[in-house]
């Protein structure tokens, strides 16, 4: 009840159409020339110190890229990108990785400090309970900026730091693991993400662990021209938890910038992984000029028996959003997750949804998407649920709603249904509806104003989804869906 | 309280009209009933004063305390004390009744430039309120009017009213699809906020919920005008003869 009032002051705190995140941080940047090629590739790996097999992996990745085409199949529209024109790699310059916060630019944590992202442990200690604490991993453009809670959480055993850390910490980990859920052929942007990947983070729980605090990873694109390429894995071992947000906004700029991550989620005996999302990339205008083009590989394997991996999503951001964070269901007894709330805005083009490969026996999943669309934007739910031969008893139930606003506006649903066992149980819901002039009229009648009430109507079509997140993120989440539906009714 | 001149209106976007010229007034402490028969714009009449945008006002005002308000946006005239009572409440899935109830009042108040109900004092009023009409708690829990019944919806308009404590409601059919039992529990929330400060114009096909609402003035409509104005009397009158003698009046 007062997350309903507080999106509601925040509605009427803004008077017009705003992206909140869209200021340009000045800082000195390290970047090798435009363009992708084999010396790239050598330059970001070198970059990075890192080991022979890592750049081999690149190379490998590089090579096969050349040969492959973009996806066209999704619902998106969008002029052909040039990959030559884009710089792969912008670092904040400084000598060697800083050793604390004192080291980092002061302009970088005056950005995340505008964004709301706590990096001074000091800080966050300060009058907060421990349960509610956040550890996060700061990644600016390429690299990682900071880590916090790191020397706590190593007290429990997790480790969490940045990808280019764990290269040198870890490397053994990471080469156990990486590529092992999302193949490095596995799609055009998952193919060009490994060759170029440049930071992201890495998570590993150990045996019996509960992650003692909550992790977030917070990406920014700042520099211009520049394209983002995070790479984050996650490996929990048998019977642990974890739970793992990200968020990411960027400046509004005139040209597209490129968002092509990769994560990859691994849950062993009885483990958990939740991980929730708040997209809220730039968006473009209200014309379509500008924004993110958000083209995303997610994908969870849950390999142990009885483990399970939630997908919870925010996506309000991005012109173009390509995404489809899903969950391979190989060990007997394993769950998987997706819940979404996806809305489009202005000229905003969103494909999204997730896939459910059922392995195992008696594997279970669901899926709740939620898809609002406002403005002129398009918005396509794309899911797939299939069940192996050996899958017995794998059952899934689907709910896909959709709330139009506006007559401008299209939603779709396409979901693909595959079973090769008899024994599965398959239910699919959907609906489409639009907040009619009568429920709003309804509304204002008792007082509340159009934004009001349009919020008030929202909120109640996407609580299946909120309710997922973490607390303090399911507030924040409600705020930023009604400011992206600012000006769409009146 | 109420004062409507010479009003005329159309649904808008089409030529067709339905208030030709209306005329009536309703005085502060006034139970004022319409009645008409299927057609005659009663409903039309209730939307138009709370200020739906389906129609088209071409020509006349709507005055509340002296003030016009076809002007002023629904939920401006909504903090002004109008309070309309729909013949088909809408259905708001996922919003609790609850938070709904405290949304609505919390707005009129803020609009009114008053001070936002504390938690304790909201829950005290609801509770109390829900209590005398007989509405079970689990209900305020639910989606705003999601799988009520006809009844158990009308009990919830009447449950809005008391809490938004309007000067002026209306009720447009607030009796069709209820039973007697309901009927009598929704006359008992009007007939409770009978008193010289608060007025209402009760919208009814049949005279059966004004056994129950005894009005001070019955107002007969046909083709989008009043056509006959008289006292409790009329509204049995009209049950015994029906609306034939008023079809061809306009």
């Known amino acids: 009840m007062p997350a309903v009032q507080e999106t509601i002051d925040q509605v009427k705190a803004i008077d017009v159409s705003e992206y909140k995140y869209g200021f340009i941080t000045d800082v000195e940047m390290e970047k090798p020339a435009k363009g992708l090629t084999e010396d790239t590739v050598r330059y970001i790996s070198a970059r990075k110190n890192e080991p ?63 964004l709301g992202i706590p990096l001074r442990e000091q800080e966050i200690l300060a009058g907060v309970e421990p349960q509610n604490r956040v550890a996060v991993d700061a990644v600016f453009d390429s690299v990682s900026v900071v880590t916090t809670f790191r020397a706590e959480l190593a007290k429990a055993g997790v480790i ?29 942007y998952a193919t060009l993400n490994s060759a170029v990947f440049t930071d992201g983070s890495f998570v590993y729980i150990p045996k019996g662990v509960r992650c003692p605090m909550e992790l977030s990873t917070y990406f920014r694109i700042n520099e211009k021209n520049t394209g983002q390429f995070e790479r984050t894995l996650i490996i929990a071992e048998e019977g642990s938890y974890v739970s793992y947000l990200e968020g990411c906004t960027a400046p509004q700029r005139d040209e597209n910038q490129l968002h092509a991550a990769v994560v990859e989620l691994i849950t062993m005996d009885d483990a958990e992984i939740k991980y ?143 079973s090769k066992t008899s024994t599965a149980t398959f239910e699919h819901e959907a609906t489409t509806s639009k907040i009619s002039e009568d429920q709003l009229f309804y509304c204002m009648q008792r007082g509340l104003s159009a934004e009001d009430a349009t919020a008030l109507i929202v909120n109640g079509f996407v609580k299946d989804v909120l309710q997922q997140l973490p607390m303090e993120f399911a507030v924040e989440a409600q705020k930023l869906i009604s400011i992206s539906l600012e000006g769409s009714v009146g | 309280m109420l004062e409507i001149r010479n009003l005329h209106v159309k649904i808008a976007d089409e030529d067709k009209v339905i ?16 009645m008409g028969p299927n057609g005659s714009g009663k409903s039309t009449l209730s939307y138009v004063i709370a200020g739906k945008p389906d129609y088209e ?124 039992d309901a009927l009598k529990i929704v006359a008992e929330g009007v007939n409770a906020r009978r008193d010289p400060e608060h ?52």
Not at chain 1, 90 to 97: C, D, R
Not at chain 2, 147 to 172: A, N, W
Not at chain 2, 223 to 243: D, M, S, W
């Open chain 1, 52 to 114: 022979a097999w890592m750049l081999e992996w690149r190379l490998d990745a590089f090579r096969r890229w050349k040969t492959m085409t973009e996806p066209s199949w999704a619902r998106v529209h969008y002029p052909e990108i040039d990959f030559q024109d884009i710089y792969y790699y912008a670092a904040p310059k400084m000598n060697g990785a800083p050793k604390s916060l004192d080291e980092v630019d002061p302009a970088i944590l005056d950005a995340y400090k505008k």
């Open chain 1, 160 to 188: 969490f730091c940045s990808i280019s850390d764990a290269l040198q910490e870890h490397p053994e980990l990471v080469r156990k693991y990486i590529g092992t859920v999302v193949p490095v052929t596995d799609n055009y």
């Open chain 1, 276 to 418: 929730s999302t708040v997209q809220n990339w730039y968006p473009g205008d209200a014309n379509g000029k500008g924004g993110i083009y958000n083209f995303v590989t997610k994908r969870g394997d849950c390999r142990g028996k009885n483990s399970k991996i939630s997908w919870t999503q925010v996506e309000t951001g991005s012109a173009i959003t390509w995404k489809y964070p899903s969950c391979i269901l190989r060990g007997d007894g394993s769950r998987g997750e997706f819940y979404s709330i996806a809305v489009s805005n202005g000229m905003q083009q969103v494909d999204s949804g997730t896939k459910m490969i059922h392995l195992g026996k008696n594997t279970t999943s669901r899926i709740i998407s939620k898809g609002i669309s406002a403005g002129r934007s398009q918005n396509t739910y794309r899911g797939l649920v299939s069940a192996h031969r050996k899958a017995t008893n794998a059952r899934n139930f689907t709910n896909c709603d959709s709330l139009l606003i506006g007559n401008q506006c299209g939603a779709h649903t396409v979901p693909y249904i595959e």
């Open chain 2, 19 to 34: 208030l030709n010229g209306l005329n009536l007034k309703v005085a502060k402490g006034e139970v004022a009933a319409i």
């Open chain 2, 57 to 180: 006002v071409t020509d006349g005002e709507v005055l509340l305390d002296g003030v016009n308000i076809l002007e002023m946006a629904p939920d401006e005239r909504a903090a002004a004390g109008l309070f309309l009572a729909f013949q088909y409440p809408m259905e708001i899935p996922g919003v609790a009744t609850m938070t709904f109830l405290k949304a609505a009042m919390n707005a009129q108040r803020k609009q009114r430039g008053e001070a936002e109900l504390t938690t304790p004092d909201f829950i005290k009023r609801v509770n109390k309120a829900a209590d005398l009409l007989g509405i079970p708690k689990d209900m305020l829990r639910r989606p705003l009017n999601v799988g009520f019944s006809g009844g158990e919806k009308k009990r919830m308009e009447i449950l809005q009213m008391t809490l938004l404590e309007p000067k002026m409601s209306i009720m447009d059919e607030t009796d069709s699809g209820l039973d007697i």
């Open chain 2, 199 to 250: 007025a209402f114009l009760v919208i009814t096909h049949y005279q059966r919920l004004l056994d129950y609402i005894k009005p001070d003035t019955v107002h007969v409509m046909s083709r989008g005008q009043i056509v006959k104005t008289g006292g409790a009397e009329l509204a049995l009158e009209l049950e015994a003869n029906g609306y034939r003698d008023y079809q061809s009046a306009a």
